[in-house]
T-cell receptor
């Protein structure tokens, strides 16, 4: 699985958009980009994923660059409850074994 | 639909004791995983399973054993607990195929004294 690089922490004002970047310059053609978040000590929560097209769901939008070497998770209107650690993961299902290694992620602080 | 259920939620063990953590999922997922998370760190993969009766080692498998006798259950065993195994343990499951995300349990907080 390709390695990802994220900033250790970011701040965002409540009600504003939070843009969380992720670099994955060694991504392979069959690898997806996944985003998860972990609020305090809870289990990680799946947010969104994509292959090469931009994706949007009720939680967030995912923008993947044309060369797929980086992506941005966008929380359009951040709230205090969005304060969490956000993980960017790149991986592919290889049939016989699919595993994901979570790194340190980005700690997002949403401030009132 | 409960999702992924972990038992117990908390446990304190003495060094050398053994225990089993149970993970149960009711979503008919093929793949199941055990992770550990130490304070201030990300999640590290211990063992995983891609189907009933199969298991494989992850990043930090030493000191742990697993079994997947039934598709819906994935057990993590500690034969002789050590203080270094004090951690929060998360179980996760997902369907086969890359077009799915994980569903995680709420975690088991284990302290070995």
């Amino acid at each position: 699985d390709a390695k990802t690089t994220q900033p250790p922490s970011m701040d965002c004002a409540e009600g504003r958009a939070a843009n969380l970047p992720c670099n994955h310059s060694t991504i392979s053609g069959n690898e997806y980009v996944y985003w998860y978040r972990q609020i305090h000590s809870q289990g990680p929560q799946y947010i969104i994923h994509g292959l090469k097209n931009n994706e949007t769901n009720e939680m967030a939008s995912l923008i993947i660059t044309e060369d797929r070497k980086s992506s941005t998770l966008i929380l359009p209107h951040a709230t205090l409850r969005d304060t969490a650690v956000y993980y960017c993961i790149v991986s592919a299902d290889r049939g016989g074994g699919f595993k994901t290694i979570f790194g340190a992620g980005t700690r997002l602080f949403v401030k009132a | 639909n409960a999702g992924v259920t972990q038992t117990p939620k908390f446990r304190v063990l003495k060094t050398g004791q053994s225990m089993t953590l149970l993970c149960a999922q009711d979503m008919n997922h093929e793949y199941m995983y055990w992770y550990r998370q130490d304070p201030g760190m990300g999640l590290r993969l211990i063992h995983y399973s891609v189907g009933e009766g199969t298991t494989a080692k992850g990043e930090v498998p030493d000191g742990y054993n697993v079994s997947r006798l039934k598709k819906q259950n994935f057990l993590l065993g500690l034969e002789s607990a050590a203080p270094s195994q004090t951690s929060v343990y998360f179980c996760a499951s997902r369907p086969q195929g890359a077009n799915y995300g994980y569903t995680f349990g709420s975690g088991t907080r284990l302290t070995v004294v």
